[in-house]
């Protein structure tokens, strides 16, 4: 535990010995943050890693229009909620990234940006949902070409289960909280993951599509460096 | 409202309008009752019943041995836990009864027997989850051509929205209380078929073939009847 | 699976081979949807199927606004927030709509038009809750007489079970979001649906009246066309 | 609170004051006790109060068997689980205790000791569940006639809320752990109770039988004692 | 069930019967209706029943300003959200209701308007909670002299199974929806008085303050009647 | 209970006697209050205790505001949204405050207003949970020194059992509801505080940093005085 | 983190240096461990601190059985489950364990033997549950005289809330699982407690006698100590 | 989907085309089926894949016992409750097992046996749970080095979330049902597990140890063979 001392900001004390424990820094989860206290942390982090893209998540409309303003090479993703600043890793290895449906978008789009800062090459395969199974059929090749699979799906939540039957690469399932009723803000596909019959299969939080882009890109590109 | 008045057998009373308002005799729900109280409700509904089969569901062991010791005739399926006295309709229409697994084949068993005495032909499918996904494909034709459809699944329960996406047919899904840990005794697979994306599905009560076929004899017979 | 490939609108693959597979084509889910995103689905799906008409449920008022706007013949129901474009089918079969109560009346207007365009014919009788039963008991002849039932109910859930033992019609029961407190945003109904004795009862996702209306519409047509 | 000391057992302190204040004694609720903590508390209970009937609940076998042994005066019912000692009271009021299956009976043979414990007159009437409704319509008169009514039902739970809409007596709910799957051991049924449409329905615990009825006999007795 | 037939309003069907059933008219939950459904029902209601006050519960501050407009004569009470119409019942017999706290004051409004028009009198005794025991304690004499109570709480909903140990009155328990984080929106304090281990406590769904009168009120005017 | 009487406001009672019972004053809650209701409260507890400060907790904006311009003195914490009047106690022992992350400070600031109220010195030791765990292990001598700890975390509420494993100090555990999806509104973080496996952890509901404060004061100040 | 390298038991690790961490020594839950691991445990834990007592608690019969044989110096307590070996401290401070009823009586004597062995005195206040207030009132001088108070009660839980509004002692409270029905195994309880008004309460798992305990004894002692 | 057709077994549908399309053959879950349906599933997948070892897991006592009885070669572990037959892959890549807790064996058995069978190696690093985190701490280069982890916990779940945050190794987290009262049979851990902070974790179904290993391996040997 011989770790670079956390820098203090007062109202945060950010891990930047993260980087070296881990191989990624610290990213900024902004929801329930001001956007003054977003821009403080990206800032500090960008200038702990002046080498590497730091990254923000979750961004509301006005953490984004600051962000746009204070920041003149953020990339700003409006879909995604996301913030990336600084230069991106050489990537390494693939990472597919299904939805089963248009409404999936926004976590998808989350988990690109993710995949991209965590030093991986991100596809996206929309709208491939099982009440069409010949969408999804079609993609099965692409889809075992990748070295891991993020596959994202609201309401029954049953397209990661029936992919991972299908192809033996890594699949890290998203449930999203698209749906209503008895889809219970998304724990009911959460629950579908969980208990998915294929092997291989597993799971983040509601919406984390954040979180599964890290694990695949901590598969991917440790195939891909070995490679 | 000029109905019948039940028969009162002290702890019970049959409905036994209910064949002139529904179509189908009263049936004997045995779980909670003792084998002494079934053989009286099932005697008394035969009684009756002369020219119709009666039937009870959920007969735990005892309860079949004395059905087998008291009726001569009675027809007791071990698996499915079903006791049926007397003539079973000319059947009329179809139903498939499909199931993810081989440890769904009880709740199967229920749903064949129930089918049966409901008045209609029913046809089992077993083990086409949807982990193996060519194993379903490889049945759509038989599946299509039926007039009903009662799909049962444990675990994640994805295979009769997977299903209906692939045929017209009315199908009415049978969540088990097959897997462990999240599947909640059923509770998971229940979720997944309500919010299932493919229009067209229904559900019951986890484990409830007998329900489930009811259902489905009663949509397989009006469509063979008008045939 | 020798099917149509799927039309890709960049966000969406359209399932324009659902109608050749089940009998009726994609529906627009426009819940999660931008407007834009509703109204090219709409278009692209109307343009697949000239002959048919199409449907987009859960519009927002803006979508619904921007339809009236794109589409001119569209047919828009504000109540339950349905919109249909192009010829309907003709008829064939009946299919009842009962609510218990006048809350659920957006409920029971969303399964009225899916009804039409799935080529049944619908009847609504509202407001014939078991609170007040000989409401209900003066319709059961008129529902005795429809191929399918479309129950719903919200609060207590009690009408489609009461119902149920009343007629031997195949009765698709559908939970609402109606109620307060206990009622769990319509899980107290849905758990009561599903427990209900009399069998023959199948459960649909709370508030999913476009769902039951499916399920109905694919009973009755195949009743009335085998007629 | 000038009350009388509680009687000390060392595991227990009797509440001999409960009859000072609240008109009742006491109960013993055997359920998680052994057969000598039961006996002695019915004992001291007794002794407090010679002249009125002392009652305990929930008393498995052996302790069932036990009472038997050590009082020769008990009254023991096997099915309901109760043991009673002493003089009942003269009873004053009426109540009805209804059950809408079979497997209800054991919760109402609780509620009928019980209300005769606390002083009133308690009538069965078993197996009016609303699947077949003719048999609920053909008592309503006798309902409608007793000061209280203690309705008991598992699976749905329907039962109550229909009778609240079919008279004005004051109705004391029950929810049964009778029923499987997302009966949920009775929670489904509490649910249905507490959200009925019709008002004058209130509920108590699940399979609380002598809660209902200390609470339809207290109701009863003080109409039964003013006419 | 020779009942006078419903009044059919179109999107509702009046329940004018109820009276001559229950001894009360129908009430209009406001809740889920619009001020114009609401104003139609309460108007059909006060022409059924010009002699008896006629009620409206849960509406909302809109709902209450047209009852305003549109009826002179209306008591529109807005901590209660209630709206009645016509001269109340001489009234029988004595309600106490009771609050734990300030934050119950609009459903105990709601209680007070429905006892009044189901024909009692209603005394408020508010802000005695256990927290500070003493305050209950001071009022034990005036709640035990009471025909029936109506004791609302929320947060830990302790106050109804603490008076009910020190009346011998019947108690009905309203739990309310006041409280954060673990009170998960009333659901504890409706299980605390589902547990409550003092018998003679029933309970009603959370927030039911108009459910809750209607049951004291039936017991207080039969004993106040009888007298 | 020889106390004083409850001050009575109409639509409160003030318990002045708790002082005297159990060292401190009533607090009020303001969260289901309106600013005029929260403004006569403060002013009557202040009144009735002029030597020692009084506290009102979740104050929002209005209620603030208000209070900043009846109160001249008032102590208003627009983070941790309290309003404190009159002269704090002499403190006595010491409370450390540690939170898992930045969006767990107003529940912090809520705990630290409380402490100082109820008699002790509060320190803030923020942002230190266990995904970088370095930040915790460098405090670890501070959070020992301390009398008592408050721990604060949301999402998987770990950090209080990793601190409860690393000192004997008593640890009170506050979950928040910072998370998103499955955290489910800090549900699971209370889960993981209560299944922690080092002992001497307690814990409190869901953002109630007012409880833990004043847990964690009065074992601070008895340690502190008796020191 | 200078700390003693744990022992290593092949299927556990000793946290030997606990002792030096907390002040109190690693206790072995038995729970889901086989004799023979309980057995080496406690053995281990016994040679490597001498001088001070080891606890093992939620042991089963052939545990304790098997401890009796293997270590003629174990105090074996039955009912609270506990097994205790080597000299226990000189206590220091005093606790009070109360139970709301009979059936909580193992979960306090878990509590009694472990104040013990962590340090303190304890005394058991048995069966003064809030159904009969008087019991807990005629105890509330011995109650606010302890350093720390262990209030222990299933079904509806209420106790430690009204004594928490009694006593300004720090109050620990244990949920059990005594109950049934809506009492959910203890969480009942749970919630009750969390939401209970009174401040200064905490709370502990369902049955966790242990762990309230032990907070309970670090509070006691450092008091007791300082004075 | 040119696949092998699936071999029926009656009661069963081998998947034998899996080994082509994942790169794995089909597992028995042994956990609903009798012992004679495990042995014929288990000799079937041996003779359709002789030169790979097949697995059946969740075995009881009395499918074990069969299982050596019939199988002469056959490796079968008593704790973690598999079989294996035929002769197991040259392992690529390794797989470090950690679990907080000797309670844990079971599912890190099940692990172990797994990862073997998919072509892997594992290493044993029990008991290091956050409690005691200096046991952890010890072994984080041990962990760092492995190509991914499984970190199996019960009761509160927290060590998989600390473990991800000290290294940047894919963690995959199997929650356990070890724990009592709020851990719910382990969906506290779960829970926990789904909302840690540290990214680069995922999580599969409680107890599903079969589940992380087959990811686990997939990821491990993908990198091993990349080497």
Partial sequence: MNS???????????????????????????????????????????????GRAVLATRCDEPTRAT?????????????????????????????AVVTAGTSDLPVAREAMATAEV????ATLIPDVGVAGLHRLLAEVDRLAAADAIV?????????????AGLVG???????????????????????????ACAPGLTVVNIDNGFGAAVAAARIARRVGRAR
Avoid: W
């Fill in 67 to 95: 962000c746009r303003r204070e920041f003149e090479a953020a990339r700003v993703d409006d879909e995604g909620r996301t913030v990336v600043l600084g230069p991106v890793p050489v990537p390494s290895g693939t990472v």
């Fill in 151 to 163: 596959a994202i799906a609201g309401t029954d939540g049953a397209l990661p289960g029936v992919l």
């Fill in 169 to 195: 690469t890594p699949v890290i399932a998203v449930p999203t909280s698209v749906g209503y009723g008895a889809s219970l803000g998304g724990l009911a596909a959460l629950l579908t993951m969980l208990n």
């Fill in 118 to 121: 965590f030093g991986t090459t």
């Fill in 4 to 50: 670079l001392p956390p820098r203090d900001l007062g109202f945060a004390r950010l891990d930047t010995d993260r980087l070296a424990r881990t191989g990624d820094p610290e990213v900024v989860l902004a929801a329930h943050k001001t956007p003054e206290q977003t821009i403080a942390s990206l800032r500090a982090l960008a200038a702990a890693h002046p």
